[in-house]
């Protein structure tokens, strides 16, 4: 009865280890896509920051600077030009506020950020030529958004799995053999930090037109996939 057993526990083993074997028998490959998607919401972003009137007349030295003008006159003038772009008072939020450090004995500087949801890169535009630039410490676009843009990401992985497939394909049967089923499926969503790098930019202009490289949303994805080999192909 040992001896079955012994015999029966062996061939079990190496049932085991063949089975091992043949899942070895793999390609695994990497595939990526690239998308570029339109955005349908911008904001844009616009610091504003008190200063000194004296700052502008071209005499002054900072030691004489006294007249300041205040925060909220600069946000008045600065949503007066939002309205008279179109903008309603819905776009606009306060993202930041605080102040800006000063030398001891000097007043702070209040500084607000707006952020501006917009549907196009022309109300940018519109909005630049009616700002006074006087209280304006920058402006810049923040995020851009699609409101399908879970839809495209859907394609886009997809479409890197499509394209892993079809060199895992070629690859095996430039050896005569056959791409059996998937093992495993990897994201690299390492590969994926284009797409918020794309989103977002630092940098500043009193021109949209200095926007052109970050109109639209660029989507890349990676996928690592792992199929198995089978039989060989036939002539």
Same mark, same amino acid.
Request: glycine share 2%; aromatic share 8%; proline share 3%.
């Given at each position: 009865m040992k001896k079955y057993g012994l015999i029966f526990i062996m061939s079990l083993l190496v049932c085991v280890t063949m089975k091992a074997q043949e899942c070895e028998r793999y390609i695994e490959v990497t595939g990526t896509s690239e998308m570029e998607v339109v955005p349908d919401e911008i904001h844009y972003l616009i %610091?504003?920051? %008190?200063?000194?009137?004296?700052?502008?007349?071209g005499v002054s030295k900072p030691e004489q600077y006294k007249t300041k003008v205040p925060i909220t006159r600069i %946000?008045?003038?600065?949503?007066?030009?939002i309205h008279d772009?179109?903008?309603?008072d819905s776009a606009v939020r306060v993202q930041e506020y605080g102040n800006n450090w000063r030398h001891q004995g000097h007043d702070f500087l209040i500084s607000k950020q707006l952020d501006i949801t917009l549907q196009d890169f022309k109300q940018i535009d519109r909005i630049v030529?009616?700002?006074n630039t006087r209280g304006i410490h920058s402006m810049r676009i923040g995020k851009l958004d699609n409101k399908d843009i879970l839809t495209y990401h859907q394609?886009?992985?997809i479409e890197a799995l499509k394209a892993a497939q079809r060199k895992a394909a070629y690859l095996v049967e430039a050896l005569d053999k056959k791409l059996g089923s998937v093992i495993r499926i990897v994201e690299?969503?390492?590969a994926n930090s284009g797409m918020f790098g794309a989103l977002q930019s630092n940098v500043m202009s009193m021109n949209a037109g200095g926007y052109d490289n970050f109109r639209i949303i660029q989507l890349k994805y990676s996928m690592t996939v792992r199929f198995e080999?089978?039989?060989w192909m036939s002539r």
């Open positions: %610091e504003i920051q %008190e200063y000194f009137e004296e700052e502008f007349d %946000e008045q003038e600065l949503m007066q030009a772009a179109g903008i309603p030529q009616k700002l394609k886009a992985k690299n969503t390492n080999i089978t039989d």
